[in-house]
């Protein structure tokens, strides 16, 4: 992990945490809530930090395809709440599978590249804003602009990162 990048992440963290316990006026469960999701995110950031970089390329394909028909599924039978249909409902609890693509677009993109990188062609590009275009395309139909703008950013930057010039 790098340690800079670590502190920034830590103090950001507290920030968030401050300003939850102001506007939850000072709510201790809302706090310690808070606190269990940012221990299971920093676990999970370790467990991916020491992961070696082949192993993420093995499951790129075949999280984004996963992710894509989670997404058909939410918009075929997925649950209405607060108007927006966004959650699928899988055995025990609930998902929003658009969360899960806002780690395999990158992946895939960076996966398809990889793949590619010694023969791209203007047909590559297209190829990969495709690959962009149909998970954002299905997560704006829930609605969910937020998380549409999200993946389109990541996926501008793995584009550009690749070589796309402006």
């Not at 920034?8 to 006026?25: H, R």
Request: glycine share 8%.
């Amino acid at each position: 992990l790098d340690t800079q990048l670590l502190i920034v992440l830590l103090l950001l963290m507290g920030v968030g945490l401050a300003t939850i316990f102001s506007g939850s006026n000072q709510s201790v469960p809302r706090i310690s809530s808070q606190v269990a999701n940012i221990m299971v995110a920093l676990g999970v950031m370790y467990v991916f930090a020491n992961v070696p970089p082949h192993y993420l390329r093995r499951i790129a394909l075949p999280l984004y395809v996963c992710g894509v028909l989670l997404l058909v599924c939410v918009a075929l039978f997925g649950e209405i709440v607060n108007g927006a249909r966004r959650w699928l409902y899988v055995g025990v609890t609930r998902i929003q599978p658009s969360e899960l693509m806002k780690i395999a677009v990158p992946l895939m993109l960076a996966w398809y590249f990889d793949r590619y990188e010694a023969t791209l062609k203007l047909k590559n590009y297209i190829i990969a804003a495709l690959l962009l275009i149909v998970p954002i395309g299905l997560i704006v139909r829930q609605p969910d602009l937020g998380t549409a703008l999200l993946i389109s950013a990541a996926g501008a930057y793995v584009l550009f990162l690749a070589g796309l010039s402006w």
